[in-house]
Structures are given as structure tokens and as C-alpha cells.
């Protein structure tokens, strides 16, 4: 299996599961183009999407959902609620409903939502299974509860969402609501937030790699997130911290400009914080 990340944050999100000929797209928040690009890059082809995966319907996760899943005859899949709200005809794209906490194959992946806290029609994230090795995906959520850990748990890699500093949203630029949006339980998690879900988790069957994503540009930076995180994770007694990375929000088609994953590699790392800040 492979991991790539081609987009993470408030600019646009995609990533890609692969194994072997197959491919699964989670989200599709950036131009066709790029995804075309980037696809190219993992020497993937669109044609061997088996289908996209939404966690929900906001545009910087789902604008560009229907134009790629149009050009290429590749499914849509989320939950109902997920696909009714993306506001325009589907036609001729085939829209897969899969409700949250189901399981359902597609080609060679297991596929099971599970829900998230989000401001949004029926967000979820993903456990996507293959071959015995897993990944857990869940950005978008303000808060976390026993399902989210139980989702997370025991996964090779995970990627979970670590958006804003607490003591850096107050400072940020954004207005009074927006910031007040940001920290809700049904907002984005600050960092804090991520190193004790990550505690939690650590302590039911044990952590994998972990991908920071989702940082805000203006109320968190890279470094801030893994010293947060890992600082919290300490606090919670943890010892032995996963290995983690943080997401650049926006990947290159150039050599060492996409952050990718393999179970038998972990993560092919370029540099700490490879991408466009």
C-alpha cells in the first residue's frame, strides 16, 4: 500500500491510497490538474481510481469532487446526506451512499466510515483496510469521542488533524466568529486536542505513524504542532512518541515534493516539512 498526501489544509484537500493497480482518492479539494499531476507523479493513472471518497461537502475538501469523478467516470462515495449537499446534479456521475459505520469493498480496499464531529451534513472519516494493512483518516472535527479512538486504533497510519494553536488563535487575523467557529466542538482540533486523542488511542492497542493535518497557516506552524502534540502525548505518559510528520498544505509533481507512505518503508521523507509554506 501507498500513502500520499496532496493537499492538506484550508486550500484544498486530497489524498490517494494505492495498492498495486488500484486507487482510492479521499477528498478532491484541488483542480483537476493538479490531481492529474500529482496522480502522475505516484505513477498513478485517473482510470485506476476506483472511486472518491468524500469526508464531507465543504468546498476546500469537495469543490472539485463531481468535475473529477465527470471526467473520469469514477464514483462518488459518502455518506447520503454528504452527497445530496454537494448542490448540483450528479448526472452521469454514480453516487455510492456508504452510511457511517459500514463497511464496504471497493476493488481491493475495505472501507469503513466512521463519524466525526464537524459542521457539516454527515461528516465522517475512513479506515481503509488492505492486505493487513490499515489507515485511519479523520480531519475535520472539533472534538473527539470513544468512536473516533476506537477508529484510529491500531492503524499503520494515521492522519488526523492537528489545526490551530491555543495560545495562536487568539492572535490570528481571522474575525471574533470565524475563531469562535475554529474552536467549537464541531470546528477544527487544536493541537492539544490531537496529542490527547493520540494518548487515548496509544492506549488501546498502541500508535502508528501519525500525518499532521489540517494546519492553519495563520494560528499554527509546523513546529508548533509537533511540539504541542508531543508534548501532550508526554504529559499523558506516554514514553515512546509515534513518528510524525506534518502535511504541507499543498504538494509538488517533482521529485521529493509529495510526502508518501509505505508500510514497509513508513514514510519516504524528503525533509521535515517538505511542500509550499
Not at 244 to 249: A, D, E, G, T
Request: glycine fraction near 8%; aromatic fraction near 6%.
Amino acid at each position: 500500500m501507498l500513502v500520499a498526501s496532496f493537499a492538506s489544509g484550508s486550500t484544498g484537500n486530497a489524498l490517494l491510497v494505492r495498492a498495486g493497480d488500484q486507487a482510492l482518492l479521499i477528498d478532491a479539494g484541488v483542480p483537476i490538474r493538479t490531481l492529474t499531476n500529482l496522480l502522475h507523479a505516484c505513477d498513478t493513472t485517473p482510470q485506476q481510481v476506483q472511486a472518491v471518497l468524500l469526508t464531507h461537502e465543504h468546498a476546500d475538501h469537495a469543490q472539485y469532487a463531481l468535475a473529477f469523478a465527470r471526467r473520469y467516470n469514477v464514483p462518488l462515495v459518502a455518506p447520503a446526506a454528504t452527497l445530496t449537499a454537494l448542490g448540483e446534479s450528479p448526472d452521469p456521475v454514480a453516487l455510492d451512499p456508504l452510511p457511517v459505520g459500514e463497511y464496504g469493498a471497493i476493488g481491493v480496499f475495505n472501507v469503513q466510515s466512521f463519524r466525526v464531529a464537524h459542521d457539516a451534513a454527515d461528516p465522517v472519516g475512513y479506515r481503509i483496510q488492505m492486505a493487513g494493512v490499515s489507515v485511519a483518516i479523520a480531519v475535520d472535527l472539533g472534538s473527539w469521542n470513544a468512536e473516533t479512538v476506537t477508529a484510529l486504533a491500531k492503524a499503520d497510519l494515521i492522519v488526523v488533524e492537528a489545526n490551530h494553536a491555543r495560545e495562536l488563535l487568539p492572535l490570528s487575523p481571522y474575525p471574533v466568529v470565524v475563531r469562535q467557529r475554529i474552536s467549537s466542538p464541531l470546528g477544527h482540533l487544536d493541537n492539544t486536542q490531537c496529542g490527547q486523542l493520540l494518548a487515548q488511542v496509544a492506549t488501546h492497542g498502541g500508535i502508528g505513524d501519525v500525518w499532521l493535518a489540517h494546519i492553519s497557516r495563520r494560528a499554527n506552524t509546523p513546529q508548533t504542532a509537533l511540539n504541542d502534540v508531543s508534548q501532550t502525548l508526554r504529559q499523558a505518559g506516554i514514553q515512546r512518541l509515534p513518528r510524525m510528520q506534518v502535511l504541507p498544505p499543498r504538494a509538488r509533481p517533482v521529485p521529493g515534493g509529495i510526502i508518501c507512505w509505505q508500510p514497509q518503508e513508513r514514510w519516504q521523507q524528503p525533509g521535515l516539512f517538505t511542500g509550499d509554506w
